[in-house]
């Protein structure tokens, strides 16, 4: 069985990381449920074990966090659903690249409950979206925009940390990083896309889809 909760209001980030650890241990230790967590914090940025400080272009506008995910940096805040992500991955086939896979996949089916192609893009992590309305970039390319991020890390084959999905956080709170890594792309939401879609339809979806990818 997978337990999930929804955690009502904004979620201290280090409370949140003292959350994972302990019930990723208790995973590990057969004491606990694998747990998807679904949450949302106050604006902040989080460098992952990539990050390169050079991507922090406004350190004093929030608060940063390092932490051992994988990744870069992201920006956290309200308006975005951040999926924890608490699955034992030594059982379910201890292949972890399978399993980022499968996190992709999840957004990716969940996205299309609402009409939206999201697609993944080799060297570049997360989930994208095209959007041929917007100018093209310098090359002529189709401009793409992330909609959302994936970061996990393992402990004793338990994941932590996950995903984080735009519904409708400030866009601008981007731009004291560059995201990722990558800045020939930009961020996009759900309802920047021009979708009216809650933060109760997005954990419907969720829930619907996770069976689908993860069985």
Not at 137 to 153: Q, T
Request: aromatic content about 8%; some cysteine; overall charge negative.
């Amino acid at each position: 069985m997978v337990e999930w909760i929804t955690r009502e209001g904004l979620l201290d980030y280090d409370e949140a990381v003292a959350f994972m650890e302990a019930r990723a241990a208790a995973i590990a230790a057969g004491e606990a449920e694998e747990l998807i967590w679904l949450v949302e914090h106050p604006p902040l940025y989080t460098a992952g074990t990539s990050a390169r400080i050079e991507d922090l272009t406004d350190p004093d506008r929030f608060p940063v966090y390092e932490t051992k995910r994988g990744g870069q940096y992201t920006y956290h805040g309200p308006g975005q659903r951040v999926v924890y992500v608490m699955l034992d991955v030594g059982r379910r086939g201890r292949d972890v690249r399978r399993f980022v896979q499968q996190l992709e996949e999840w957004v990716i089916a969940t996205l299309a409950e609402f009409n939206v192609k999201g697609e993944i893009r080799e060297g570049r992590v997360g989930v994208w979206v095209q959007r041929p309305e917007k100018p093209r970039g310098p090359s002529g390319a189709v401009r793409e925009d992330k909609i959302a991020a994936i970061g996990i890390r393992l402990r004793k084959w338990v994941s932590f940390h996950g995903i984080s999905i735009n519904v409708e956080p400030d866009l601008e709170h981007f731009t004291g990083i560059v995201p990722c890594g990558i800045t020939e792309h930009g961020v996009t939401s759900l309802v920047d896309l021009g979708l009216p879609v809650t933060m109760n339809d997005l954990d419907v979806a969720l829930r619907a889809q996770f069976d689908t990818v993860f069985g």
